[in-house]
Each structure stands twice: as structure tokens, then as C-alpha cells.
T-cell receptor, first 110, second 110 residues
């Protein structure tokens, strides 16, 4: 069966520090991969998606970036965090129709 | 531009009664619609989906209805149970992208 791992579960980072969140999927190959963010009181905002290694589509212009160095690995990064980057970050994978989510990372920028 | 909208941020329903969650969309190119359930500090879990060529899909206590002419879908939960208390997101798919609504917090009153 397929599983998705996302870490860390919680993170507190100072403004201006870098960020790296990692997501890996097991049990499938060539999945579509996604990064979403849920800000306080808001819905799930699509940040990036990838249909293959090295292929990244950005949905929202901001100081975040994503990379897919391997088929089942998706990384969300920032060189300098802003206060507004706080939120709940979710990685997801999809093969056919429905997407399956990781447990999320609660990021607090202080 | 919010292409998928859930206009009710919250809903309270008596245990045993029917819960009806609504979702509207604007993009007629969406070809699949999905409902997810989310508990705090966890990733969303997939509930049920419906293709744009159908108007109803049922799975146990959950039924999703699609009205393409009105660009409206709804999720019916019957009978409602205390464990159904969560935030519910509708989502719509076009190509590789899944666009989510802002969510409705459902509270089941014992």
C-alpha cells in the first residue's frame, strides 16, 4: 500500500531563517506531488505541484520554492522566512483521481 | 479568484439527523469533484468523489450530488454521528490541479 511521510510535524523558525520541508511517498511510482498551505481560518491553498522529476509548477508567487530531486521526494524551501509564511503545510500525492495527504507540518515563524 | 467556494463556514446538526454541506464552483472545465474531511493538526482524508458526467454517488452514509447546470455540489451525511465533527473541504480537479474550497466546520450535537 502507499504511504506518504512528511516531516517535521512542527517547526518554529525565526524571521529571515531558511526553510526545508521534506515529503516522500512509498508504494507508488511517478505520482503527481503537491504542496498546499492552510493559513489560519482559510482553506487549502495550492502552492506547487509536480508531475515528474525536476518538473515544478508554481501557483502562488512568493518567497517559497519547491524541488523534486527524486521520483517520490518533494521538498519545499525558502531562503528567508517571513511572518506571513506561518501556517499548516501539507504534502499530497495523486495517481488517478483522489489525492492523499501527509500529516502536515505546523510552521510558526517568530 | 476563488474558483471553489464553500459559503457556510460552520454548520451544527443534531446527532442522527442529516448533514448537508454545500459547495459552488465557477470553472466549467472541472471534471472531477471530491470531498475531504479534516481533523485539527492532521492532513485531510478522502471521503467520496464524483465524476462530472454523473449526478450522484453514494458510499455508505455519504452521498454526493452534482448539479452541473448550477455549478453546485453537496455532500449528504445520514445519519450524522459525533465522529463526523470535523472540517469538510470540497475540491475540484482540472488536469493535474486540485482546487479546494475554504472548508465548512461541521459540529454534530449529541
Amino acid at each position: 500500500s502507499q504511504t506518504i511521510h512528511q516531516w517535521p510535524a512542527t517547526l518554529v523558525q525565526p524571521v529571515g531563517s531558511p526553510l526545508s520541508l521534506e515529503c516522500t511517498v512509498e508504494g507508488t511510482s511517478n505520482p503527481n506531488l503537491y504542496w498546499y498551505r492552510q493559513a489560519a481560518g482559510r482553506g487549502l491553498q495550492l502552492l506547487f505541484y509536480s508531475v515528474g522529476i525536476g518538473q515544478i509548477s508554481s501557483e502562488v508567487p512568493q518567497n517559497l520554492s519547491a524541488s523534486r530531486p527524486q521520483d517520490r521526494q518533494f521538498i519545499l524551501s525558502s531562503k528567508k522566512l517571513l511572518l506571513s509564511d506561518s501556517g499548516f503545510y501539507l504534502c499530497a500525492w495523486r495517481k488517478v483521481t483522489e489525492a492523499f495527504f501527509g500529516q502536515g507540518t505546523r510552521l510558526t515563524v517568530v | 479568484d476563488q474558483q471553489v467556494k464553500q459559503n457556510s463556514p460552520s454548520l451544527s446538526v443534531q446527532e442522527g439527523r442529516i448533514s448537508i454541506l454545500n459547495c459552488d464552483y465557477t470553472n466549467s472545465m472541472f471534471d472531477y469533484f471530491l470531498w475531504y474531511k479534516k481533523y485539527p493538526a492532521e492532513g485531510p482524508t478522502f471521503l467520496i468523489s464524483i465524476s462530472s458526467i454523473k449526478d450522484k454517488n453514494e458510499d455508505g452514509r455519504f452521498t454526493v450530488f452534482l448539479n452541473k447546470s448550477a455549478k453546485h455540489l453537496s455532500l449528504h451525511i445520514v445519519p450524522s454521528q459525533p465522529g463526523d465533527s470535523a472540517v469538510y473541504f470540497c475540491a475540484a480537479r482540472r488536469n493535474e490541479k486540485l482546487t479546494f474550497g475554504t472548508g465548512t466546520r461541521l459540529t454534530i450535537i449529541p
